[in-house]
C-alpha cells in the first residue's frame, strides 16, 4: 500500500479507512484523534442529504474548499458505520491509548452510543467553544457555539507523566485563514488535543481532511498516520505539509 504523502514521521494514505485500517499494525497508536462525517445539519432525512456546501457552508459559499463525501447517513446507518471503524481502530491501540472525536450536539448520543459499542471505555467530553459568531436561526435561539469531543480509552487509563490533567475546554474561534477544509478545526486546538500524546508517539486521524492533526503532529514532535479518501484534500494535505516542513509551498 504506497501512501500518498510520506516524509519523516507523517503518512498519509488516499481511500477508505475501512480498507486501510484492516492493513495497519496492531497495538501501537498512541491515540485516535479524527473528526468523522457527521451526517448532521438537519433535524430530517431530507436536510441531512443535502450536499455539505449546503449544510455548512455561509450561504452555500464554499471559498474554494473542495466538497466532500459520505456525509448523508440517516442516523442508524452512521451509528452502525461509526462502530465499524471505531472497532478497527481499538485494534491498533495500545492499552490505555486515547480515542478523541469530534461531533455535533445533534449527533452526540449516537457517537457515544457508537464509541462504547466499538469497545472503547467512554470517559467524557470535551467542549470547544467556537466564540460568540457562531450562527443562531433567530433572536429566540442558544446559539449553537460549542462542538464536542467524545474521549475514551482502550481499557484503563494510565497516568500521564509527561503532562495533565488536560484541559475539558477549550476555546478558540473559527478564523478563515486556518480553514483548509468546509468543517476545518483551528490548528491551535488540535495541538491542544495531541498533547495527550508524549513526544514520539504515534497518532492515526481515519477522516485526516485536510491533515490539520498532522499539522499539529508535526509542531509537538509526534508521529502521524492518517487516511483521507478525498484526492483533492490529499493534495491540500500535501501542500500544507510541505510548508510546515520549510519547503516554501504555500497552504492551500
Known sequence: MKPYYERENITLYQGD??????????????????????????????????????????????????????????GRSWAFWCSLWISECRRLLTDGGYFLSFIDWRMLPLCTDAVQAGGLVWRGLIAWDKGRGARAPHKGYFKHQCEYVVWASNGPLRKAVHAGPFDGCHHYPVLQTDKHHMTGKPTALL?????????????????????????????????????????????????????????GRLAA
Do not use: H
Not at 491542544?192 to 508524549?198: A, E, Y
Open 17 to 74: 479507512s475501512l480498507q486501510i485500517i484492516p492493513s495497519l499494525e496492531p497495538a501501537t497508536v498512541s491515540a485516535v484523534i479524527t473528526d468523522p462525517p457527521y451526517s448532521s445539519g438537519g433535524m430530517w432525512q431530507g436536510t441531512r442529504s443535502m450536499p455539505p456546501e449546503a449544510k455548512y457552508c455561509q450561504d452555500g459559499k464554499t471559498l474554494g474548499r473542495p466538497t466532500f463525501s459520505g456525509d448523508n447517513r440517516d
Open 191 to 247: 495541538e491542544q488535543l495531541v498533547g495527550c500524546v508524549p513526544a514520539g508517539g504515534l497518532i492515526l486521524d481515519p477522516f485526516a481532511g485536510s491533515s490539520t492533526t498532522a499539522v499539529a503532529c508535526v509542531r509537538k514532535g509526534l508521529r502521524f498516520v492518517g487516511i483521507e479518501q478525498e484526492e483533492a484534500y490529499c493534495e491540500i494535505s500535501a501542500r500544507r505539509l510541505d510548508a510546515e516542513f520549510g519547503q
